[in-house]
């Protein structure tokens, strides 16, 4: 029994946020004359003694005193004596819990925020590096129409900064204190809710007592913006392992990012980007996990909430941990221009070019363009030649009314220069791109 | 294979969303030169033709063209001819299905905002006919401590909003139009995207167009925003569930909202809040199925992406189904008051109040108190009377210096109007928050 | 990188399996002279050393050595020099840890058995002493016909079976040993991959070195079988929750398997309960999180697969957890018959007796029958009566033929044993399967 | 209401198991007396008269009769009138749709199992035809070691066994029969439960009531070996996609079974694999939706339950379409060895097998082994040559007793053909292999 209800192995992770909550009540215990200003005075200094004691590394965290609360306030009654008692009026083990991991979950999403935003930095960087290299464009992964690395990379600038929304959001939308909700129903001291949640950084109390002892939706919505986010890390993490193998060779990963094999010294295994690849799963599986456990769950404390911890521990570190690895690994990733461009070349990426220029200057329906384009992309196949070295017969055999301009649209930086509708593949787009970003990151 | 890559069986729900996203992209390609005014006019009135014969059930979509779009596109053709073709100049089969999907989803978002809506409305008349019911809050499912009926009904509205703000930030989030992103790439086509963009009600266009095409993390931000709004409606439905059985009897269901037994006419099994209760699962479902999808996918589109409806279609149902549910059952529901109290009585649940008393009239250390109170309801326990009943010197015997107004904190009525703590179960707190959500919500 | 790469903080649970697998291969490579028999033994005594070391709680695992085979593999050079080296001969990691991660899944698969088992024993003596205690069968949660404790409980022997036999399966599907596969490839040396198998109880090497690498779906296996008998524990935790709420209080639990509160003695929080109900989402949580690892993952050996031991442990923890606590729980547990029956006869819990004696009597078709029950059970409810002592002229009112006969199968003991049924409520059937359990059981 | 309650719109497929149950309980009730014969053979034949309805095409489901067995039932009424209620005796809807859905997810079992054959076959004669052609073995997607192609589909056949053993287990698993538990309770007529148990091909009918019609964990063994199942097909999805892009081209897909691009006629998109990759997704959301809604479910029968149908029929679709999808486009698949071949080279593949042939010949420790192989490798890495291609003279500047023999180790045939140990790649191996598969399989 004690071993399924004991929680301090996990739970001391909140000594910080505990801490600082029973700070803030303590404060207002006294401030409001619910305890002497000696009581209040002796008891901060207590929780602050504590507070030095564990950053020194000296608290020893019993399991026999169950959780991280009781284990302080055992402390502080070794402390300060009885008056140590005084702090737990007006307030319950429900609202104190709440308001701890509420404060957890907060500062996780400011990680979360500052982490995508150090790995935006670093996608930026490699944008403006490689706004020129012309890589393939793919679908289906397979080549479809050129594009720039520095194109590429913005993609994921993009999916980052609505990672970061999501955690804004999360952090805003649980910035209500549970402070005073007591066991459930309120208290009938006469406390200021208003001055707690405002000493701890929240935006002001929560309206409803059971509410702020039931709700664990904040927990919820943090751990589905992390499992979005892993789903965007894991695309990127799969990308460096293919673009790693010899097939493609686009990326080449530093020593520190990839390991190698004693007797293959050409070998470098992407282990971090599969780490990151895979640690989505985790983080998946702790929503599920705690959605399934407050599913169904009646209001409004029960045990199983206790639940909540581990499974945000868990995806928090996997998060936090995926962040720094790849933005280490793509601070330190040598790009290879020439295999992006050999890769690019590979089918006929500009037949789309080609049809485009039917449509624009020969006033051709688009389907019918695209069969234009492939009639004469058979022929360039035939004679196993790039469409850009196709001879001009060859193509005014499928349609008379093409001539030599045809040219200035086949080669591949055409293409890509072509495309400068907002947002595009053309380089002056991607600058264009680069410089909002720049803006929005500084 | 056709069974495996057709996908009009669903994805003609998009037909609505599709022929908007036509209609803007022809009308930006006449005002920008790229096709004819006369052309554009004529694209426009044939799929307003399409419109009205969808509307009027008359449009037949046929499996063996595939999908949604090629069924209106040769549709289109058959009415206007070769001109038809033209509209799909400067656009893709990517960018388009990308539009088509984020409108559906603005249109989700805004659907479910405005479920939650009617059923916080629901939820505040209820918790304004009973903001003095007294029953019992629970903790462990056990009577902790009085509440009333009314300051329950508000937990949940709280939580309503949060789920309402999910799907508002949703619905913000996704807002930006991918139309113009083409294949991957952009075009080389003079397009105005900022034009049809306006036209769809997006914010803007898209800022990258591999992005474009390949990000679904909208469609995971709404099941994840479903998923949460289900475990609130799970844990009302429960809470049904139980409360109507006869041990508690709290709530009657309306014949409408349960189903009966042909022989057992007093049966009425609470079948809708079941389902509710139950379809959390599927949401949660949708959820893992999609995310898993999209885990690990390399850029840009992928016909994995295809999954992306029916997850999405399958939970909104389901959403909104139980929104409409809820709201129907509670707006229906027979309240039991004498089955509240009785249960609210149950136990000793004036006990924190006694202690409370100590603490702020003998200032009594808060833990010492509740020791106190602990072998004073011992003794009530052993009389077998309620703590309100307990003779004065049986407490006094515990305490001496208990006095005769500790009557005052013991009953029901006193515990429950003493919590008057923001957010407590005092009456006037109830009313309270009743007066804000009614300005909120009005 | 050391971070998100180094493992032994979690696979040192692996060491007992990694050091049996070591020492079976090194006396394979003596067998079959790939190695001397005097490396052989010096290997085999330096492992069994370490082996005590580690039992003695002596060992130290350093972060540094990345792995617990690299710990280990360092320890034996430190003891025995540099013969350690010939251990890995005609070995590599993958086949290494994937033949060490078997034999930990099997061993959890054998301590998952035993824990359903001693839980069944406990539900059996339960069901023993109660064959005859009614209490209310349940439909929709609502009391619908009378069956017997013991009955209920047997239901749970039985889901208990066939996770049993769930994981029986699991072991032995995954029982075929990797050891020898290498790297992926398999090995020239001349090895006998059936003496190593055989050694380690396997029932014979793995078929495909490629597999016997990459495979992880024995571990899939178990968690989805841990997944489904959570879902039983959790409904068997959520019985007891509602059960011992004042409102049913069928069951009262044991001071050491309930939290009390300092102030309300009568209190006893269901904890273990309710932590069983909820250890069920964590464990179909570490289900989705390597299932999700898996999907799309290329062959053979990928670091992703890293992600499978925490799944696997985490879930085992909980599942051996919760199969412990339940067993103490019941074996603990106080039954209540009063507040069965007294729930069991509210309602008309024999109206279904009533119609089926109308059938068997009177020839009535079933589905009139019922008409005739459900007026007849309207008069009851009007006068408030039960059934049982409803005037027959009442009765014949609604139907003429009805004779005094009727009242042998209106009370709650004749409604219960009359469902001879095979595997229905009547005690002498739930003795009959009280006896097949015992047999299969002892 | 309607709306969330009926059924019929997807349990219409439980029809089929509907009639055969219905008529094994017609045909037990007339033999046991319970009816008459007259009345049990006019109802058999009423049911085998809807039967020839539903198989024809002209049966209406009507959404106002709900579910599929009230539609039945009301037929039946009108077909042979009031003696169709006679049907419903000793019977109730709880047990007679927990028949029906066993039968139908036995089936189901059967399917999924025959179609795993099928494609184990087909990977099987992949496997005969390039049981000599070599490709890399992949670890970390880095080619690793050479190994055939033979060897690698192999290893899938070996994968696809252990799902058709988990579908094998669910069936026998699921093979009681519930016909007989009534509501809950059992019933007081004589029924024979073991004729129908027998009737419908179950090994006997269940033997606790309760559990009978509560039980859903077959639903949830299948999905489980479904979404374990598709993880497999998921990773050969996976490859394929892999494979098919011209950084790769192992494999060309056949029109059928893949999407071309109406302008770039070289372009095959893998639809199909890209489809079976994502429907893993689907499968395993399925599973957590039924866990999610069985996890903390009260005792006996639930509306919750309702639910379980369209998870499993959602995921059965999936994975037979999977299946069979899989199967042809292996059937129609072209491998390209020369490109095989031509990976294969890459790196330094027989690195190993020089270590090896130092430990074997030389008798020095595997990791001094590992050591010299690095280092001669390096040196034909700065050659700019392969291994096989090195001057002795380079190897014997690392370790002075490599002698010519050396050079026989060190060919992609030589590495492939010298792993002969039980299950390795050496092509006798293989080819044994497919020799036990085929005994197995046919």
Chains 1, 2, 3, 4 share one sequence.
Not at 111 to 117: D, F, I, N, P
Not at 195 to 207: K, S, V, W
Request: with cysteine.
């Amino acid at each position: 029994m004690e071993e399924i209800n004991a929680s301090v192995d996990f739970d001391k992770r909140l000594a910080h946020e505990d801490l600082a909550g029973s700070k803030a009540h303590a404060r207002m215990l006294a401030a409001c004359g619910i305890i002497s200003e000696a009581d209040g005075t002796a008891i901060v200094r207590g929780l602050e003694e504590i507070e030095a004691e564990i950053a020194a590394g000296h608290f020893e965290f019993k399991r026999s005193l169950e959780d991280v609360h009781l284990n302080i306030e055992n402390r502080l009654a070794e402390k300060i004596g009885p008056v140590a008692g005084r702090l737990h009026t007006a307030r319950s083990r429900n609202d104190q819990v709440a308001t701890d991991f509420r404060l957890w979950v907060r500062g996780a999403c400011d990680r979360a925020t500052a982490g995508l935003k150090v790995l935006q930095q670093v996608l930026l960087e490699l944008a403006a590096a490689h706004a020129d290299t012309i890589m393939p464009g793919f679908t289906h992964m397979q080549p479809a129409q050129p594009v720039t690395f520095g194109h590429h990379c913005l993609a994921y600038v993009e999916m980052f900064a609505r990672d970061r929304d999501r955690f804004v959001h999360c952090a805003r939308r649980l910035n209500e204190c549970p402070l005073g909700a007591a066991a459930l129903a309120g208290t009938p001291y006469p406390i200021d809710r208003t001055m707690t949640a405002t000493a701890l950084g929240f935006d002001g109390p929560a309206r409803n007592s059971l509410d702020a002892v039931a709700a664990r939706d904040f927990a919820l919505d943090y751990l589905a913006a992390a499992a979005i986010a892993a789903t965007h890390l894991s695309r990127l993490g799969e990308e460096i392992v293919i673009w790693t193998t010899p097939g493609f060779g686009f990326l080449r990963l530093s020593d520190a990012f990839s390991t190698g094999s004693s007797i293959m010294p050409q070998k470098r295994n992407p282990d971090a980007a599969e780490l990151v690849r895979a640690k989505s799963g985790r983080i998946l599986g702790s929503f599920v996990g705690l959605a399934t456990v407050i599913k169904g769950l009646a209001l409004a404390y029960a045990k199983d909430l206790q639940e909540d911890k581990e499974a945000v521990f868990s995806a928090a570190d996997a998060l936090e941990l995926c962040l720094a690895a790849m933005a280490g690994m793509l601070s330190d990733v040598t790009v290879v221009p020439e295999q992006m461009r050999k890769a690019a070349e590979a089918g006929f990426p500009t037949a789309t070019d080609l049809a485009d220029w039917c449509v624009r200057e020969l006033s051709i329906p688009f389907r019918e363009a695209h069969h234009i384009a492939g009639a004469i992309v058979k022929r360039a196949e035939e004679m196993g030649v790039a469409l850009a070295e196709l001879p001009l017969s060859q193509m005014q055999a499928v349609e008379a009314r093409i001539d030599a301009r045809i040219y200035d649209v086949l080669t591949l930086e055409a293409s890509v220069t072509a495309r400068r509708s907002f947002g595009g593949s053309a380089p002056e787009q991607v600058r264009n791109q680069i410089a909002y970003w720049r803006g929005k990151l500084s």
